[in-house]
Every structure is written in structure tokens, then in C-alpha cells.
């Protein structure tokens, strides 16, 4: 692990992904929001990203410009086709849109087709809790077929995170998690490490539950198990449905439109406003006085106590942003790769490598 200048990691992104074909509004708005997945702590889906969007732009896959293009639009709801455009670019759009809406209708919903991938949806929560606004969000791939429904040894949906913001006096409530027992991201982030995964994620095309990530990542016909794994995955398969039919169904963009569109997303946004609901000082009293109770809980292990979601990820945000990004060999890497072939030159590490 490396650690280097958040900001000067900022300004390099979006260098790349202006020599690459995108706009200063796109390339500035994804970089941040790649940077934020890192900053929050989800690496897989961060500045790991950073040279397969730019690889999208330079070759035509991805728009660099633009707007999408609003193909209903309702008080309290919208449906937008990105037509390609960067994920990061058009989730924070799009979180910001039912925000606005929201304000207005008391609740708002956007559905999005074709948006390129959006990677980590965490960072995108915090433009409706800072706000003083509820969001949730859940994303699926038309075309990638990697999590296996409970009871199948086949792979069909992709691994469909979900993500809820909730605002507080303090830290918000920030989620961000899959429908299936983990990332496809993650488990070839313990690949690329050597590592086996510490639970049976995987389920192989002989029907057998693997540790290996190699079975996934080199294997055929392997799949991720749905939340729950082996015993409790009708969980885990039932969400993936919800997700699904939530994301692609209302945005009319399935398996049956795009399975040769990529990583290229389908996405859903809700927000709510308290303050239409009720009082929203209630609603923050009780939210936080739950939230106050969780922690109270008497922990299994008293050097670990019960946290609230999103409690380290800003821990880690405000330790990252005056300390430098934490980022892995495999990240450097690719971000190195970028540096080359966007002809920019790459910031240098702040310190010794992390132990």
C-alpha cells in the first residue's frame, strides 16, 4: 500500500480523463467520485476504475460530453437514457435531480438506462444527507451474468449493490452492499492478492462451494452465491430479483435490451424528505436515538463495538484527506498504466509504502 495527495490524485484523474475524450464538467465530476469510493474505503470500486473509463471514452464506448436525454419526467419522478455517458457523472446528476425534486414533491425518483458504470454508490449518498435527505439506490448490469439465484450452480444476475443515506446532527448512516455474498470486484481483489476468500462465496460449475477466487476469475461457468449463501440465499436471490426488476424493468433496459452493452448500468434513485413526512427534528430524534441504542448493544467481542454503517467509512474519508489515499499495488498499477497511455503525468507516492 501507497499513500498519495488526495488532491493531487483529483487533478490527475481528470487530466486522464480529458485526454481521453471527456468534457472538464465530466472528466471533473467522475474523478471526484471515483476518488470519494477510495476515500470512503470502497477500493474496489474507486480510482481502480479510473483507466477502464478512460479506455471506454478513447475508444468510443463511452460519451464525453453531453446530457441525458429525459424520456419521462413527472413531479416526483423521472426516467433519463444516458446514451453511454460516464457512471459517476450521471449518478451524481441524477442523486442531485431527486434531490431537488424531492423538495418540491416530498419524495422523487429517477431511473436511469444506459449509463456507463457507476461504480461505488456510496459515494454518492452524501449529496442527499447533507442535504437533510433520505436516498437509496440500487444498481444492475444488463449484460454481466456472475451471481447464481439460491438453489442454481449457474450464474445470472450481476452482483447488484444497494446503498442508503440517512442524515443525522452527526455522522450520516451511509450503506453500500451487494445482493450477492460479495463483489465480483472484491473477490478478484483477493485474486490479484493471493488470497482465498474467508467465506464460501463461490459456488463452481460442478455445483461445489469454493474459497478460491481462481475458480471464479479463471474458472467456467463459476458463479457468486446470493446473499445468504447455501442455507439462507432465497434471501439474498429474492433481493437480486427486487433489484433487478427495480432498476431494468422501470427503465426499461434488461437482459433483453442490453447484453452486449458491457458494464454499461441501469440505475434507480429514491429520495425522501422528512420534512414532508413529519417534523423533521422527529424524525432525526429517533432515528439517532436507534441508532444510539444499536451501539449501546453489548458487543461479542468488547475490543470491537457495534458500529453504525458508514461510521469508519468517514473515519477514513477525513484520515485519507489529511494523511493521503491508501492504495494498493494492483490500483497503483493501473492508475501507472493510465499515466502512460493518456500520456499525464502521475502524482508521486507521499510516503513509504504502508505495511
Known amino acids: ?32 467520485y471515483l476518488l470519494e469510493g477510495d476515500l470512503l474505503g470502497f477500493s474496489t470500486h474507486g480510482l481502480k476504475r479510473l483507466y477502464f473509463n478512460a479506455k471506454l471514452l478513447a ?3 463511452a460519451r464525453g460530453s453531453g446530457e441525458v436525454e429525459v424520456i419521462a ?52 449518498l452524501r449529496i442527499a444527507t447533507e442535504q437533510g435527505l ?52 472484491k473477490i478478484r481483489q483477493y485474486w490479484e492478492r493471493g488470497e482465498h476468500l474467508p467465506w464460501p462465496a463461490i459456488i463452481t460449475a460442478d455445483g461445489e462451494l469454493s474459497t478460491n477466487p481462481a475458480d471464479y476469475v479463471e474458472g467456467e461457468g463459476a458463479a457468486i452465491m446470493p446473499l445468504g449463501g447455501a442455507d439462507l440465499g432465497y434471501k439474498g436471490y429474492g433481493l437480486c430479483l427486487m433489484s433487478e426488476i427495480w432498476t431494468m424493468a422501470l427503465a426499461n433496459y434488461g437482459r433483453v435490451h442490453g447484453s452486449n452493452d458491457g458494464e454499461s448500468n441501469s440505475l434507480f434513485v429514491q429520495v425522501l ?6 417534523d423533521a427534528s422527529e424524525f432525526n430524534a429517533v432515528t439517532e436515538d436507534l441508532l444510539s441504542r444499536a451501539k449501546a448493544c453489548k ?11 458508514g461510521e469508519r467509512s468517514m473515519q477514513l474519508r477525513a484520515e485519507q484527506i489529511s494523511h493521503g489515499v491508501a492504495l494498493d499495488e494492483a490500483t497503483v498499477g493501473r492508475l501507472q498504466r493510465a499515466a502512460e497511455r493518456f500520456a499525464v503525468t502521475m502524482p508521486a507516492p507521499l510516503a513509504e509504502p504502508i505495511k
Open 1 to 32: 500500500m501507497m499513500r498519495f495527495d488526495a488532491q493531487a490524485l483529483l487533478q490527475f484523474s481528470a487530466e486522464v480523463l480529458q485526454q481521453a475524450g471527456a468534457s472538464e464538467e465530466v472528466a471533473a465530476q467522475t474523478a471526484e
Open 134 to 185: 433520505v436516498v437509496s439506490m440500487m444498481c444492475s448490469t444488463p449484460a454481466q451474468s456472475s451471481v447464481a439465484p439460491f438453489g442454481a450452480k449457474q450464474p445470472l444476475f450481476s452482483p447488484n449493490p444497494f446503498a442508503i443515506g440517512v442524515p443525522t446532527s452527526g455522522t450520516p448512516l451511509l450503506l453500500d452492499m451487494s445482493f450477492s455474498m460479495t463483489a465480483a470486484g
Open 59 to 61: 475508444e468510443g464506448q
Open 273 to 278: 424528505d422528512p420534512a414532508a413526512f413529519g
Open 299 to 309: 458487543p461479542v467481542d468488547t475490543n470491537k463495538p457495534v458500529r453504525i454503517p
Open 73 to 124: 419526467d413527472r413531479p416526483a419522478l423521472a426516467t433519463w437514457d444516458a446514451h453511454f455517458l460516464p457512471g459517476p457523472y450521471v449518478a451524481a446528476q441524477a442523486v442531485q435531480v431527486a434531490c431537488d425534486k424531492a423538495r418540491h414533491a416530498g419524495t422523487a425518483t429517477i431511473v436511469v438506462r444506459r449509463t456507463q458504470h457507476v461504480a461505488s454508490l456510496a459515494a454518492y
